[in-house]
């Protein structure tokens, strides 16, 4: 992982850790457990992919990793990322009863959203300043991580904008 920014804030929730963000580019999605190594508890995944042709039992196996290894919040964007977030919501509801959840407070939600209809960079923002874990998770929740998955200009486009997303927060 490469840290591209530290110590982003938002101003609508300004008592929320400060966000440490982070971009990892892999050439397939199997690849993604193992590039990503958070340094705080819980972290955040915008997952920028196109899954329309990847077999939905190996998401899941995905999703069961990374949400083993802390995932507190994901943004799915990219071509049949509604399909993507499914999954992940699957995966944690089965992890929830299986007894395999990370913590026992009700407040503790592993937050999930979509992005089908919104440009990467609008993605983006709402990563950075609407993204945010619940409950006991959003105390420990400090690393944010944007995965593109197989896509070298998703990954040129992040590094151009991340500046501009930080820099110019939008308007309250």
């Given at each position: 992982?490469?840290?591209?920014?530290?110590?982003?804030?938002?101003?609508?929730?300004?008592?929320?850790?400060?966000?440490?963000?982070?971009?990892?580019?892999?050439?397939?999605?199997?690849?993604?457990?193992?590039?990503?190594?958070?340094?705080?508890?819980?972290?955040?995944?915008?997952?920028?992919?196109?899954?329309?042709?990847?077999?939905?039992?190996?998401?899941?196996?995905?999703?069961?990793?990374?949400?083993?290894?802390?995932?507190?919040?994901?943004?799915a964007w990219g071509p049949d990322c509604e399909h993507l977030h499914d999954i992940f919501d699957e995966a944690d509801l089965a992890r929830?009863?299986?007894?395999?959840?990370?913590?026992?407070?009700?407040?503790?939600?592993?937050?999930?959203?979509?992005?089908?209809?919104?440009?990467?960079?609008?993605?983006?923002?709402?990563?950075?300043?609407?993204?945010?874990?619940?409950?006991?998770?959003?105390?420990?929740?400090?690393?944010?991580?944007?995965?593109?998955?197989?896509?070298?200009?998703?990954?040129?486009?992040?590094?151009?904008?991340?500046?501009?997303?930080?820099?110019?927060?939008?308007?309250?």
């Amino acid at each position: 992982m490469e840290k591209l920014w530290d110590e982003a804030r938002s101003r609508a929730l300004p008592d929320r850790p400060a966000k440490t963000v982070f971009l990892t580019a892999c050439d397939s999605i199997s690849e993604l457990p193992h590039k990503i190594g958070p340094t705080s508890k819980y972290f955040g995944l915008l997952l920028a992919t196109d899954t329309r042709a990847v077999d939905p039992s190996l998401i899941d196996g995905i999703a069961a990793q990374l949400l083993e290894a802390g995932l507190a919040y994901l943004c799915a964007w990219g071509p049949d990322c509604e399909h993507l977030h499914d999954i992940f919501d699957e995966a944690d509801l089965a992890r929830e009863l299986d007894g395999n959840a990370s913590s026992d407070c009700s407040d503790d939600v592993v937050m999930a959203t979509w992005h089908k209809d919104e440009s990467l960079k609008e993605a983006l923002q709402f990563f950075v300043y609407s993204a945010f874990a619940t409950g006991t998770y959003a105390s420990e929740c400090r690393d944010w991580v944007i995965a593109t998955i197989g896509n070298p200009e998703w990954e040129s486009e992040v590094r151009s904008t991340i500046r501009s997303v930080i820099c110019n927060p939008p308007a309250d």
